[in-house]
């Protein structure tokens, strides 16, 4: 059915067979479709902190690129790594229905110091959210740094002598990876958009767009748009512990966001509903309701810390 459609990837195990579920819906609807492999900036850099480095774009920006220069037809992305402004002349072409949102524990030996909140361990993240969220809850551990893709990391995790670390559920299910040594921490607010999936194309590109958007899930666009919305209206970056969750539930949409300091120590957040047809700008209605509830204070001092670190830099 017309062209060959190249889908880029970067090339970690996960990256790949989030492609190869793209590649797979194409092929079934009549459309010829290849995978191209890509580095990122964050495949390469393994050891600086991802907050130092930039986060937002930093796993999207050799893909759009390559889209830009008509090296690759579509790009696949774990959505919570994208920016919330795309580049210009890339446009979202669908998103898939979300797997799960929510974050895993890998544990080592036993669980029975969770229990206690005044209680020392070693917990490994480069994610400044779950940091942040893990320090609010657990303030007397230390949390150590962990890059890498999920394989790494989870290697990571054996070799070094740590009570644990936290990794996104979708990841380790969609690749077979998660074991009996893991625990769902319900407790914490996942990244805006975590669990799913989006596909990008070159806007003016109709053959592609027209193509992905048949496995456009409706539920999962809406929600995430919502979440994305509240991070971006809470100028949310690579530095800014922001988490948001919407869910749809008979015609209503729940939301929970909030935002913390980095070391965990201030918190504000703000729980709502909304039927679902009152949906517009729902995302950013949250996120100015929860700058009045203290959270104006808190994205102010990371701002402003951020700046000092730049200029010393």
């Not at 590109?205 to 809406?222: G, I, P, Q, V």
């Not at 509240?230 to 919407?246: E, H, K, V, W």
Request: glycine residues 6%; proline residues 3%.
């Amino acid at each position: 059915m017309g062209k060959t459609i190249r889908i880029g990837t970067r090339e970690s195990q996960l990256a790949v067979w989030q492609a190869r579920q793209v590649k797979e819906l194409l092929t079934r609807s009549g459309y010829a479709a290849e995978l191209i492999y890509l580095k990122s900036e964050g495949d390469i850099d393994l050891q600086t902190p991802l907050y130092e480095i930039g986060v937002q774009g930093i796993f999207t920006r050799s893909l759009d690129i390559a889209l830009l220069n008509d090296k690759i037809d579509i790009a696949v992305h774990s959505m919570k790594d994208v920016p919330t402004q795309l580049a210009n002349g890339i446009i979202q072409a669908a998103i898939l229905k979300r797997a799960s949102y929510k974050d895993l524990l890998v544990y080592k030996n036993d669980i029975s110091f969770l229990s206690d909140f005044n209680s020392t361990a070693v917990i490994a993240t480069s994610s400044i959210r779950r940091k942040a969220q893990w320090l609010n809850r657990y303030p007397y551990h230390k949390i150590e740094n962990l890059r890498g893709n999920v394989n790494t990391r989870l290697h990571k995790v054996e070799e070094n002598n740590w009570n644990g670390a936290m990794f996104a559920a979708a990841g380790l299910e969609r690749i077979n990876l998660r074991s009996a040594n893991t625990i769902e921490l319900d407790w914490m607010l996942p990244a805006p958009a975590q669990g799913a999936i989006m596909m990008v194309c070159r806007n003016g590109d109709d053959f592609c767009l027209n193509a992905c958007h048949h496995f456009n899930d409706a539920d999962t666009a809406l929600c995430t748009k919502i979440e994305r919305d509240f991070l971006r209206t809470l100028y949310g970056g690579c530095s800014t512990p922001i988490s948001a969750l919407a869910v749809i539930k008979n015609d209503v949409v729940y939301f929970k966001g909030n935002i913390l300091s980095p070391d965990g120590k201030e918190k504000a957040e703000m729980e709502s509903c909304a039927p679902i047809f009152d949906r517009v700008n729902l995302g950013a209605k949250m996120a100015l309701q929860l700058l009045q509830k203290g959270g104006q204070a808190i994205a102010e001092n990371i701002r402003k810390n951020s700046l000092s670190i730049n200029d010393e830099v």
